[in-house]
């Protein structure tokens, strides 16, 4: 990242995980490989992701745990109150990565959220800062206003929304591109006739097409799965490529309308 630190190509959503069905299903994703664990302090499962971490035996320099600051504590002081939250929730001593979830821009307040984040990585709370669904303009302001660009930007990316041009601004000003819902929330996407001919081709599943093609246009995935088996399968991806044909393909399959639930980051206000 543009802050010197690494990330996990590839990591477990775990929207809808808590209590200890969570707890098992985030240690299974562990055992099966998974280091980068997404979660969210409006996901109510942070303390649930410190339980799964508290349960595994792998070192914890060797996770990279992300959480996320919901709308409403945008102002300074509820932000440094709630990064602080975040961490007694999950009793972690630190982030790896923590996100302002939605910029909420009529609200106006996203630039005070950025500067706690920014003091909170000072003070050790927390290791790389970034944003989600936070438009090109929102984060020339953020550069504007303190002098520090996002490490990550965490955006609806799915072969249905590709957002090539967003994308291309984040190359641009080296920010890491972050997909959610890379599955698309598996709607349609496995039914789907081109993307089932490709991964007829290459002997490997839908869901494994998907997310190598993530991995391929350098975006950093977290898939949610509750399944061992599609867990496993999910971070399978490392044994084969897409060629220049398969990703123009998948390219092809973009919408301008394509967001799951039209969740447009200049009008969707989350709090
Ligand atoms: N920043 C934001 O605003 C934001 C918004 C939404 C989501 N997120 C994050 O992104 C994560 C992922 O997005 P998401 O949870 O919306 O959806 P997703 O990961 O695109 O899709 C999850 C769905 O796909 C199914 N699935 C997973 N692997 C599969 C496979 N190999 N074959 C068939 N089905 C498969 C899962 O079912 P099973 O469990 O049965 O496998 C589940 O129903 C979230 O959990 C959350 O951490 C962030």
């Not at 999950?90 to 950025?114: F, R, S, T």
């Not at 599943?205 to 898939?223: C, D, E, F, T």
Request: hydrophobic share 35%; net charge negative.
């Amino acid at each position: 990242m543009n802050d010197g630190n690494e990330i996990p190509v590839i990591g477990l959503g775990t929207g809808g995980m808590k209590g200890s069905d969570g707890a098992a299903t985030i240690t299974s994703a562990i055992h099966n490989g998974y280091r980068l664990i997404d979660s969210a302090y409006n996901y109510e499962n942070e303390g649930t992701v410190g339980e799964a971490v508290r349960r595994i035996s792998v070192a914890r320099e060797d996770l990279f745990i992300t959480s996320k600051l919901p709308g409403r504590y945008h102002h300074y002081k509820d932000a440094v109150k709630t990064i602080q939250e975040s961490l007694y929730r999950a009793n972690l001593d630190y982030y790896d990565l923590y996100l302002i979830h939605w910029p909420n821009p009529k609200q106006g307040h996203y630039v005070e959220a950025w500067q706690a984040l920014i003091d909170a990585k000072k003070w050790g709370l927390i290791r790389s800062i970034g944003v989600s669904n936070f438009l090109p303009e929102h984060m020339e302001h953020l550069e504007k206003e303190t002098g520090v660009l996002p490490s990550i930007n965490q955006i609806e990316l799915h072969p249905f929304f590709n957002q090539a041009e967003q994308r291309k601004w984040h190359e641009k000003h080296d920010v890491i591109t972050e997909s959610w819902s890379p599955l698309a929330r598996a709607n349609d996407v496995f039914e789907n006739k081109t993307i089932q001919a490709i991964a007829k081709k290459h002997r490997k599943s839908a869901g494994q097409i998907i997310l190598r093609w993530h991995y391929q246009i350098n975006a950093v995935s977290i898939p949610r799965s509750s399944s061992p088996i599609r867990q496993k399968e999910n971070i399978s991806i490392f044994d084969f490529k897409l060629d220049q044909n398969d990703m123009e393909i998948l390219a092809s399959l973009t919408k301008p309308e394509g967001r799951i639930n039209g969740q447009h980051p200049a009008e969707y206000e989350e709090f």
